[in-house]
């Protein structure tokens, strides 16, 4: 059974870190890509960034790029969201999630099987 479990999140101030583990269990994850999406309240879910599980590659969205990096630490199968400068706008549930690497569309959710159940994050102005 596969489980995605994220932690890290909480409240700071703007221009302030965070940063976000999500911790994977239960297949082996090479061959998938790993993402964060986010999402505020009476919004629809967004890419954030990606990673692939082996080759390292990255994608971030353009409102975050220079600000969050994505990395995985794969000993720990464990992929991280180190967030710099947040903003306000930043506020969300972010959602750690895994997809296979054969579907294109790194920054849809629907190609991504498997999701965590979030961790809220609140940037104060």
């Known amino acids: 059974q596969v489980q995605l479990v994220e932690s890290g999140g909480g409240l700071v101030q703007a221009g302030g870190s965070l940063r976000l583990s999500c911790a994977a269990s239960?297949?082996?994850?090479?061959?998938?890509?790993m993402g964060w999406f986010r999402q505020a309240p009476e919004k629809e879910r967004e890419f954030v960034a990606t990673?692939?599980?082996?080759?390292?590659?990255?994608y971030y969205a353009d409102s975050v790029k220079g600000r969050f990096t994505i990395s995985t630490r794969i000993a720990k199968n464990t992929v991280y969201l180190q967030m710099n400068s947040l903003k306000p706008e930043d506020t969300a549930v972010y959602y750690c999630?895994?997809?296979?690497?054969?579907?294109?569309?790194?920054?849809?959710?629907?190609?991504?099987?498997?999701w965590g159940q979030g961790t809220q994050v609140t940037v104060s102005s």
């Open positions: 999630a895994a997809g296979a690497l054969y579907y294109s569309g790194y920054d849809v959710p629907l190609k991504y099987d498997y």
């Open positions: 239960g297949r082996t994850f090479s061959g998938y890509r």
């Open positions: 990673i692939s599980w082996s080759a390292g590659n990255t």
